[in-house]
């Protein structure tokens, strides 16, 4: 959510330090794929003009997400669209 926030007021940097933190998170299977991490990281890519990382994280998500069977993949279209 704090990455969020930072992408809002356009501190892509910051914003990406928090975003590359959901590799935690992976590592428990309890706390299932970090969906809005990566759509928060494709945002912040996007916001510094990195377009093909941006697609690239954003991919990554939706095949999780299509593999796992999540609703995840309408509000990552949203964000790739």
Known sequence: MLGNGFNEV???GE???????HQIS???PDCGFP???Y???GWTLAGEGQFDEAGRAL???LTIADETKSTAPISI???KG
Do not use: H, I, S, V
């Open 35 to 37: 969906n809005m991490a």
């Open 15 to 21: 914003a990406l330090a928090f975003f590359d933190g």
């Open 10 to 12: 356009r501190r892509y």
């Open 39 to 41: 759509e928060g990281k």
């Open 59 to 61: 991919d990554y998500a």
């Open 77 to 79: 279209l949203n964000r």
């Open 26 to 28: 992976g590592q428990n």
